[in-house]
């Protein structure tokens, strides 16, 4: 009888928690995957170092060469976009500060509503834009497996929800904010096993590169 | 003196000196509080003038006797009080004079002489875990409340534990404490939640209930949409400062000075469904989010389980922190072992290397 | 010695992926940028050339080997195995395809070093036997001959004594002690012995010591080409036997791409041990001579020249500043490429493309970016240093009627010495 109250309180008890464990250990379990293989000692005399030219790569990277960049705009707009709308609605939204606030102990500033609104509504735009790409892009089309548009629907289902419970356009609240935090939990739990996992293993990815380039001193 | 059974609203509000205008404000404040348009104040009025007074059975289970408290006594001497005087509540336990077997033979008597036509009023939980937990003159409150209800017209459970279980059923729910609803199946139930709720609710449900002798349209929760359709959030004149970003962040901050809104500071107003914003509280003087503290969503299911009072709405009922530490100490542990299953398997691959020459570049056959 | 089947090539994928490997993959958004940044694929627009999906056959040999989910999903019979088939199929992409020039590794968001990942899947491809047949006879010419091209020492020793007769240059050879030892490519003993005629004229001016090894001038390496590890040890041990035996302090390595990748930074960790002698490519040595003012030049060219960087000792070997001095020593109209230095375009023939003919077609196709880069300056003189891409690259002007002279920059420098005839080896 009270179906959504009480899958507002699954969604933000049982589940959570339960989202939070896998997603944590999952991850742990992946770097350690990754880590484990090991980098064979390197036994060449090095015309750089590693470790600066690795973490300047780390940023570095951020920003797209400009030819490839004036031959495939859109996968850079389109993956800008949506990743500063997400970035936007996930860290500068007060009530997810809140979250990370009791989860860390430490918290940060946020936006106001409206920007961060205006931030999830091009997260969504984005996000369909890099979808059509996909869809209709002949390299990403050969590329695209079920995992990426997997991962796609779950970057997609929190921004979806999170508008739809931000300007109540379901009811009841507890409903749609139940889904939600459903929706964000399908994604810390698949996280781990998916290409999700970029989100961290993209700095290993970019250090190593910038390492490896930079002990034969070119800066990659 | 007529029977006071057979009497009429209008004659017993004549009686204690309303006026023909002040009736009609009080359905017009009806008929706004139920959502109803301004034509209707006459049909109100009329349904309402010739309305018989009901009779109506009050059981108390496990509760704390505040709704008692909250409908009985903060309005006097108004017309909602009126319209409680006006019903004939023939039994009341924490309120009647009389008392063991005298009461329960009062009840008896009512259920009888009014059978398919009471109401019964419930505010409290049923304890199903051991019928003892609670009873009254030796009978437990399921037997009470399925004998009386039996011959019953509707039943208004109300007050948050008679809706939803309320306190008694939170977390560990000691009792097997549950709501009317889970027990009644066969009449119609009417939810007035609010821990306590809303008298000015209690008195137009049964204002509705006297004027078209139905009950009202229920939400999900078998609330009245008129009260319970609009959450606190929506109507909450602090919402303008939600909408901008500005949160107080203690209770004695600038921003709480300011009236900021209250969100970081635990307020529930955006899950819970209820009239305090527009009703307000104490003959309208104020309610919770205007004197400085949040809504606590006392009039949702499981409200005592839905995280602490003082914790923002985003954050999880359990303790993340402590869910993060036990499973990055898991993850460190399962991870070790999938990194040794790696080491391992890569040590055997670097084990059965076969040496590649240019004489076996080329497959066989 | 073992039999080449799909099992010793699976092992071998095993035995490659590494640590970047799977972070590499973990990172992998299906994105697409690598393509664009690839002439296999912006010249014939075929998506199936784009760099990233040249690993499928590693990747999924990672995904199932080394991560819970993939292990979770083989249990479940889900994973797609890698097999005889697929690594068929796959020969035309991780060879014919790709040049391993790492230009895709330079742009990729994710920070992916995918020509890195080529090189690793290629041991598994040779392990199994996927290799080219042309590769594979190019490396079985190498071990067993000495040379990919079939040359002998012999016909280097006629060449020296061709050289020596025409220039009175002497060319120092097995010379117990001299300080640098200089390899060479085969292209340059029989396309460019210019270039071996040049080294003696600059060294000789800069009074440097040097020799050639009889046993140990071939400085290609067909096993970094072909993937494999064993067979490039074989070819690197050569090289570290003479130049220990000659007991030199330097090794240089010439106009050929891979030979500095393998001789630099590959032939340490294939002999799993330092060498006792340091390696410089000689556009280093010839730097380094102009710096300290041993080598000066005269009479610039006011040719407008400019200069491909191969991308083994530019992008994937950090020389990219010293030719642009040497070019500014030779010429003073030098114009850059749109896209130079570490962003450069690959002649299309590196990485054992241009010694394997099922890959020609194909190669010519995706030289029109050179050729469209070269057109971009208005050069009138293509300089270069990699004996490969020079053959490539002249090769591919002619397939498209362009008129172009081309020069290594180490024989420019030695037209443009100042020989001062006091100086005396």
Partial sequence: MNESMDFLLWARGTAFDVAVAIFVIGVIIRLFEIVSLGRANNLAEPKGSEFGPGMKTIVTRTLPEAGVFKRQPLTVIGGYVFHFGLLISLFLFIPHIELFAATFGFSWPGLPNPIVDAAAVLGIVGLLAVLWHRLTNPVMKILTEKEDYLVWLLTFLPLLTGYLAYHRLVNPYPFILGLHILSVELLLVLFPFTKLMHTFTLFLARWYNGAMNGRRGVES | ?365 | MSEATLERGLNAFREQIDAPVAAFFSSCVSCGMCAEACLFYTETNDPKYTPIRKLEPLRRVWEQEYTISGKIKKALGFARPVTDAMLVEWRELLYDSCTMCARCSMVCPVGNDIAYMVRKAREGMAASGNAPADVISAAGRAVKIGSPMGIKYKALEAQIKHIEADSGEKIPVDVEGADYMALLSSMEVINFPEYIQSLAKIFKQAGVSWTLCSEAFEATNTGIQIGSSDIARQLVQRIVDGAEKLKVKYVIAPECGHAYTSIRWDGPNLIGRPYNFRVLHILELLDELRASGKIRTENLSDERMTFHDPCSIARKGGVIESPRRLMDMVSTNFVEMKDHGKWNWCCGGGGGVSANTDAEELRLKAFRRKKEQIAETGAELLVTACANCRLVIEEGLEEYNVEMPMEGLTELVAQHLVVDENVEA
């Fill in chain 2, 1 to 365: 003196m007529a029977d006071p059974r057979t009497k009429t609203l209008g004659e017993t509000l004549r009686r204690h000196g309303v006026s023909r205008r002040g009736f009609l404000k009080f359905c017009t404040a009806t008929a706004s509080m139920m959502a109803l348009p301004p034509s209707m104040v006459p049909a109100v009025a009329a349904a309402l003038d010739k309305a018989s007074r009901p009779s109506v059975i009050w059981l108390s289970f496990q509760e704390c006797t505040g709704c008692t408290e909250s409908l009985t006594r903060s309005h006097s001497p108004t017309l909602e009080s009126l319209i409680f005087d006006h019903i004939s509540l023939d039994y009341h336990h924490t309120l009647q004079v009389a008392s063991g077997h005298a009461a329960e033979k009062a009840r008896e008597e009512a259920m009888h002489a009014n059978h398919g036509n009471y109401l019964v009023v419930v505010d409290g939980s049923i304890p199903l875990g051991n019928p003892g937990y609670s009873t009254t003159a030796g009978v437990s409150n399921l037997q009470t409340l399925e004998e009386t209800v039996a011959g019953a017209a509707a039943v208004i459970a109300v007050g948050t534990c008679a809706a939803f279980g309320g306190l008694p059923k939170a977390y560990p729910n000691p009792t097997g404490a549950v709501a009317v609803r889970d027990i009644v199946h066969d009449k119609p139930v009417i939810n007035v939640s609010g821990c306590p709720p809303i008298p000015m609710v209690i008195t137009g449900v049964l204002a509705h209930y006297l004027t078209f002798g139905t009950l009202p349209q229920l939400d999900q929760y078998g609330r009245p949409m008129n009260f319970y359709g609009t959450s606190i959030h929506d109507r909450c004149y602090r919402r303008p400062f939600y909408d901008k970003g500005l949160f107080a962040d203690t209770f004695d901050d600038e921003g709480a000075r300011k009236g900021w809104c209250l969100y970081k500071l635990g307020c529930k107003g955006p899950m819970t469904y209820n009239a305090c914003a527009t009703a307000k509280w104490n003959e309208g003087t104020s309610w919770p989010v205007e004197s400085g503290h949040g809504c606590l969503g006392c009039s949702e299911p499981n409200f005592w389980d839905a995280g602490g009072f003082y914790n923002a709405l985003s954050i999880p009922v359990g303790e993340v922190s402590r869910s993060v530490s036990y499973a990055a100490a898991a993850g460190l542990a399962v991870g070790a072992a999938a990194a040794g299953l790696n080491s391992r398997a890569k040590a055997k691959a670097k084990k059965n290397h076969g040496t590649v020459t240019v004489d076996d570049l080329e497959k066989k056959s």
